[in-house]
């Protein structure tokens, strides 16, 4: 099994529907857990970061957190064509002595107007 | 001012030559990354260094070589290029291993 998971898409969802992204990790301590956005040609940046189960809302975009069934997801909320990117869920990871933030393969999302 | 920048932003080369990629940070971070990212857009780590010192070394050949001169710097140097070095190579930094990283701009490597 894959540390991170992502379904790799194309996701296409019309302007003003609800885009949901889904993530899998395999470190059941896992304690970080984030989603970047990347805009094609561009380089990641931050969306939202998680540490605690439930959800956390910013604008929107919400992150749920599930740390029994070991998922994260992002929703995103009135989809906007100016969202149409790659979101990569990164996850980190506990190894013996230092921690390491793995990122998923990415979902592609494309908002059709 | 650029949080974390890298140069340069496209390099084009022949297949043996060697090359150096530089990346700075001006937030004041402990930690910082190199990644690479593949065709098929998946971003693996390569290294990550935390206050000078080699955290994560993945199986990365020899070739590549990283070296932090300080806290705010991270150069990569690659000896004897090969095709397959071909990708977008991204320095990124954060305050600490399992925090937020923020990526520079990444650089554009074409090995012919």
């Known amino acids: 099994q894959k540390e991170v998971e992502q379904n790799s898409g194309p996701l296409s969802v019309p302007e003003g529907a609800i885009a949901s992204l889904n993530c899998t990790y395999s470190d059941r301590v896992s304690q970080s857990f984030f989603w970047y956005r990347q805009y094609s040609g561009k380089s990641p940046e931050l969306i939202m970061s998680i540490y605690s189960n439930g959800d956390k809302e910013d604008g929107r975009f919400t992150a749920q957190l599930n740390k029994a069934s070991q998922y994260v997801s992002l929703l995103i909320r009135d989809s906007q064509p100016s969202d149409s990117a790659t979101y990569l869920c990164a996850v980190n990871i506990r190894k013996t002595s230092y921690d390491k933030v793995i990122f998923g393969p990415g979902t592609s999302l494309s908002v059709i107007p | 001012d650029t949080a974390v920048s890298q140069t340069p932003k496209y390099l084009v080369t022949q297949m043996g030559n060697d090359k150096s990629i530089k990346c700075e940070q001006n937030l004041g971070h402990d930690t910082m990354y190199w990644y690479k990212q593949d065709s098929k857009k998946f971003l693996k780590i390569m290294f990550s260094?935390?206050?000078?010192?080699?955290?994560i070394n993945e199986t990365v050949p020899n070739r590549f070589s990283p070296k932090s001169p300080d806290k705010a710097h991270l150069n990569l140097h690659i000896n004897s290029l090969e095709l397959g070095d071909s990708a977008v190579y991204f320095c990124?930094?954060?305050?600490?291993?399992?925090?937020?990283?923020?990526f520079g701009p990444g650089t554009r490597l074409l090995v012919l």
């Open positions: 990124a930094s954060g305050l600490a291993e399992r925090e937020t990283q923020y």
């Open positions: 260094y935390n206050n000078k010192e080699l955290i």
